[in-house]
C-alpha cells in the first residue's frame, strides 16, 4: 500500500492569484496521477508526472493553466494558475501500483475556493 | 478508450434492504474495474476491484461485485444496508492496471431509518 500526504488539505484564494498543491508518497513509485473533482461532480484526470520528464496532459488540461514538477520519486507538485471560480474544485494526487494488488491510492485532496 | 456509466446519481434503500448500485463500462481493451466510496470530506476508499481473476469479487464492507463481460457490466451489491453505507460510491475503469482511472459520475447512497 502506499500512503499519500497532501498539503494544504484547503484553501480560500482570489482569482488571478496561483495556489501549488504538494503531493508527497511514503515510496517510491514511478508516476503519480493528479485528478480534479469539481463540485458535486466526479474525478477528472489532469495529468500524469512521471519523474525526469515532462508531464502528460489530458484533453482540456494545458501545462500553463497547471503546471507540474516532479523533482524525485516521492514527490510531486501542481499549481493552479490564474485562478477564477471555476478552478474551485477538490484535487487530488493518486498513485498506482499495478501487480497482484492492482490498486490506486488517493490522498485526501485539497478542497480549493476561488473568490 | 474507456467509459463508465452509472445508473441513478442517487439510490435511497431502507436498513437491512439490499442495495444494488449500477455500472456499465466501455473499453478497448480488457479492463480493470474499481469500485471506490467517498464519505463527506473525505478521500477515495477502493471498496473491490475487478483485475481479470474471479469474475465475483468480494470487498470490503460487505459488499461484492459481479464482472458480467456479455453486458459490459460491474454493479455493486450488498445484501443488508447499513446507515454507515451512506456516501458517494464511484465506478472506475481502467486499460492500465491502476493507472489513469476513468470515473463514472458517482451513485449518491442513501440509507433510511
Known amino acids: 500500500s502506499a500512503v499519500i500526504s497532501q498539503k494544504p488539505s484547503r484553501d480560500i484564494c482570489q482569482r488571478g492569484t496561483s495556489l501549488t498543491i504538494q503531493c508527497q508518497v511514503d515510496?517510491?513509485?514511478?508516476?503519480m496521477f493528479w485528478y480534479r473533482q469539481q463540485p458535486g461532480q466526479s474525478l477528472t484526470l489532469i495529468a500524469t508526472a512521471n519523474q525526469g520528464s515532462e508531464a502528460t496532459y489530458e484533453s482540456g488540461f494545458v501545462i500553463d493553466k497547471f503546471p507540474i514538477s516532479r523533482p524525485n520519486l516521492t514527490f510531486s507538485t501542481l499549481t493552479v494558475s490564474n485562478m477564477s471560480p471555476e478552478d474551485s474544485s477538490i484535487y487530488l494526487c493518486?498513485?498506482?501500483?499495478?501487480?497482484?494488488?492492482?490498486?490506486?491510492?488517493f490522498g485526501q485532496g485539497t478542497r480549493l475556493t476561488v473568490v | 478508450a474507456q467509459s463508465v456509466t452509472q445508473l441513478g446519481s442517487h439510490v435511497s434503500v431502507s436498513e437491512g434492504a439490499l442495495v444494488l448500485l449500477r455500472c456499465n463500462y466501455s473499453s478497448s481493451v480488457p479492463p480493470y474495474l474499481f469500485w471506490y466510496v467517498q464519505y463527506p470530506n473525505q478521500g477515495l476508499q477502493l471498496l473491490l476491484k475487478?483485475?481479470?481473476?474471479?469474475?465475483l469479487v468480494k470487498g470490503i464492507n460487505g459488499f461484492e461485485a459481479e464482472f458480467k463481460k456479455s453486458e459490459t457490466s460491474f454493479h455493486l451489491t450488498k445484501p443488508s444496508a447499513h446507515m454507515s453505507d451512506a456516501a458517494e460510491y464511484f465506478c472506475a475503469v481502467s486499460g492500465q492496471g491502476a493507472q489513469k482511472l476513468v470515473f463514472g459520475q458517482g451513485t449518491r447512497l442513501t440509507i433510511n431509518p
Open positions: 493518486s498513485v498506482d501500483q499495478t501487480g497482484v494488488n492492482t490498486e490506486a491510492f
Open positions: 475487478y483485475t481479470s481473476a474471479a469474475t
Open positions: 515510496s517510491q513509485v514511478t508516476m
